[in-house]
């Protein structure tokens, strides 16, 4: 059983396509944090939620605590994006982190 | 700032040895986290510290992996002995955690670790 499902598992775009990545989780949380792995491997955090929606660029995050969901939005995406986007939970005592297999994004030129 | 720094960054070993990771965190940040990163299980948090204090260990493997962080700017991973199942990319993380509330996650480049 997966505490945290990514949809989809991987995807191809175009570039400047605007891209969808959704995150669903079934334990009470504190925190959904994104992710993102380049290909040479360093993570770097792109998000922390607790609510309501955050943008930085062309990257936007939402969340929606009732219904247990969240989405990652690239709008205008570019080759560069190209990575695995990864979403973490991080359950209400605080103390486990939970992490969805990721999504990998290719954005073609 | 230098940010999560971590080392060795790749190490080849062989099985029964001794391995110790180790991670200096971003300065004024006062939670670390040792994750592990396998092909077969994903990314898993293995042990969390606050302030120094090792708060959650449930991810640890076994009795063979034991973490310290004896002040706040240094911590290790240790492997005592190493399987070929250990082998995997291990990635310390810092923040900034204040009453109430959790802070911004800043990772390490990962130290990748091979056991033969």
């Known amino acids: 059983k997966n505490e945290v499902e990514q949809s989809p598992q991987n995807l191809t775009a175009q570039e400047g396509e605007f891209i969808t990545i959704n995150c669903s989780y079934s334990?009470?949380?504190?925190?959904l944090h994104w992710l993102q792995q380049h290909p040479g491997g360093g993570i770097v955090s792109l998000f922390m939620?607790?609510?309501g929606k955050k943008k930085h660029g062309r990257l936007i995050a939402t969340i929606n605590i009732q219904e247990k969901h969240s989405s990652l939005h690239i709008t205008a995406s570019h080759p560069r994006d190209s990575a695995v986007y990864i979403c973490?939970?991080?359950?209400?005592?605080?103390?486990?982190?939970?992490f969805g297999t990721g999504t990998s994004l290719t954005v073609i030129p | 700032d230098a940010g999560v720094i971590q080392s060795p960054r790749h190490e080849v070993t062989e099985m029964g040895q001794e391995v110790t990771l180790r991670c200096k965190p971003i300065?004024?940040?006062?939670?670390l986290f040792w994750y592990r990163q396998t092909m077969m299980r994903g990314l898993e948090l293995l042990i969390y510290?606050?302030?120094?204090?090792?708060?959650?260990d449930s991810g640890m493997p076994e009795d063979r992996f034991s973490a310290k962080m004896p002040n706040a700017s240094f911590s290790t991973l240790k492997i005592q002995p190493s399987e070929p199942r250990d082998s995997a990319v291990y990635f310390c993380?810092?923040?900034?955690?204040?009453?109430?509330?959790?802070?911004?996650?800043?990772f390490g480049e990962g130290s990748r670790l091979t056991v033969l």
């Open positions: 300065s004024g940040h006062n939670s």
């Open positions: 973490a939970v991080r359950s209400d005592t605080g103390n486990q982190f939970y």
């Open positions: 510290f606050n302030n120094n204090v090792p708060i959650d």
């Open positions: 334990v009470g949380i504190s925190a």
């Open positions: 993380a810092s923040s900034l955690e204040l009453a109430g509330g959790h802070g911004e996650l800043f």
């Open positions: 939620l607790s609510s």
